[in-house]
């Protein structure tokens, strides 16, 4: 009985769009040589939904046994929507809603345009019907960056979009 060496999926992370997500498989011997697909069949659980799916691989003809790797599946995005709205030393943003698919949203604030560094602040929003964050208490007359992205909870897990696009706002005095 031959030995497989690695697996390997072409894609670990996915953003939900309601179709069932299949990575492709390539499984490569101990000699690095890869392994003929007729040596193997491939099923996908969980993979139409947000959360981990998993793939089991069962090896058959000159291997013998079963592997499993998993991949993980995103909610879709937000935007901020308009411009974010400079208050009395603070700012406040808008989002689009999601409907399906999301727990909650993360705004994320910071002076530094790439988010980096302890002036970047993160608040989550536990609410799904949310559409907007208004923050106090900041800077007078300071530019900050604004971006939000939803997250969903699925046993205890938490899975989060992709970053919306950044927009800036100076802060009221």
């Known amino acids: 009985i031959r030995h497989v060496g690695t697996v390997s999926l072409n894609h670990i992370s996915y953003t939900y769009n309601g179709k069932p997500k299949e990575?492709?498989?390539t499984?490569?011997?101990t000699d690095g040589k890869v392994i003929d697909s007729r040596n193997y069949t491939v099923a996908y659980e969980g993979n139409t939904k947000v959360g981990n799916a998993r793939v089991t691989i069962l090896l058959k003809e000159d291997y013998?046994?079963?592997i499993f790797r998993t991949f993980e599946i995103c909610p879709e995005g937000t935007s901020v929507s308009g411009k974010v709205t400079s208050r009395n030393r603070g700012f406040q943003v808008k989002w689009k809603k999601r409907k399906r698919n999301v727990?909650?949203?993360e705004?994320?604030?910071s002076t530094n345009k790439r988010f980096a560094g302890k002036e970047t602040v993160t608040k989550t929003i536990r609410k799904k019907l949310a559409t907007k964050l208004t923050v106090q208490n900041l800077k007078p007359g300071t530019k900050y960056y604004v971006r939000v992205r939803t997250y969903k909870t699925v046993k205890k897990k938490e899975f989060c979009s992709a970053w919306s696009?950044?927009?800036s706002v100076i802060t009221g005095k």
Do not use: E, F, I
């Open 103 to 105: 727990t909650g949203y």
């Open 23 to 25: 990575p492709s498989v």
């Open 107 to 109: 705004v994320q604030y």
């Open 165 to 167: 696009k950044g927009r």
């Open 27 to 29: 499984l490569k011997d």
């Open 64 to 66: 013998a046994g079963v």
